[in-house]
């Protein structure tokens, strides 16, 4: 029997209700049995802050995940050294897989449309399905544009337009969920100027954010 793996990489600095949400709904659309969610360790798309220490994130996302039996975590980006690639990563899941396995990989659409400036990211979409979620601010239709200009001309939209098939690389899929304007910055501002994150983050890591006194030195961060 095949595995349908969800694979959900971020900073997540701290995980929020959006990611949540975002990746139950992305399960439920494309029917997966599991989301892995990997908390990069030396991220390379945020190199103009300053990150909290891996383990703290970690903490968090256990926190966030727990209750969840389709919501699971890796470590496997610390476990590997350098940079926190994707692409790396999914070489490395595909090497460890038992050959059940087929990755859908998740990401916002903010993401999905800087992916031309990720570590070799064509190779992403001959490793694992992709999977767009939409993220309020950022245009759909922009998706087919960027598969064509920055990946292949032989993408072909499905009548919907919601995914894109292709004769040798993986499909590409478009996420129906909610518009959640949420944001780990947003959290960070907030819990830098003393004021409430009750319901954007999960009650649990709220009380670890004021427990440990994280981001209490940000206070400006452009939200
Ligand atoms: P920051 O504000 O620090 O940039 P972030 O909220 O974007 O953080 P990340 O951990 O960087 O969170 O995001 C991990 C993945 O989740 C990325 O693919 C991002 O596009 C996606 N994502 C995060 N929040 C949302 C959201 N509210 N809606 C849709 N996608 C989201």
Not at 19 to 28: D, F, N, P, T, V
Request: some cysteine; overall charge neutral; proline content about 4%.
């Amino acid at each position: 029997m095949a595995w349908r793996l969800g694979i959900f990489g971020g900073t997540f600095d701290p995980v929020h209700v959006g990611h949540l949400r975002i990746a139950e709904e992305a399960r439920e659309a494309l029917d997966l049995d599991r989301i892995i969610f990997i908390p990069a360790a030396d991220p390379p798309h945020k190199v103009q802050r300053k990150i909290l220490p891996f383990e703290h994130r970690w903490r968090m996302l256990f926190l966030s995940l727990a209750g969840n039996p389709h919501f699971h975590m890796s470590d496997i980006e610390q476990k590997m050294a350098g940079k926190s690639y994707s692409v790396l990563t999914l070489n490395e899941l595909r090497r460890k897989s038992t050959g059940r396995e087929n990755y859908f990989f998740l990401v916002g659409l903010d993401s999905f449309l800087e992916l031309d400036t990720w570590y070799r990211y064509r190779e992403l979409f001959s490793l694992a399905h992709l999977v767009v979620m939409r993220r309020p601010g950022y245009k759909e239709k922009a998706v087919e544009t960027f598969l064509k200009q920055s990946v292949s001309l032989d993408y072909t939209p499905d009548p919907q337009g919601r995914s894109f098939s292709h004769p040798s690389l993986f499909s590409v899929h478009m996420v129906d969920n909610t518009h959640l304007d949420i944001s780990s910055t947003c959290v960070r501002v907030l819990a830098g100027q003393e004021r409430s994150i009750r319901y954007l983050v999960a009650d649990e890591v709220m009380s670890y954010i004021e427990y440990h006194k994280l981001y209490s030195d940000i206070s400006n961060e452009r939200k």
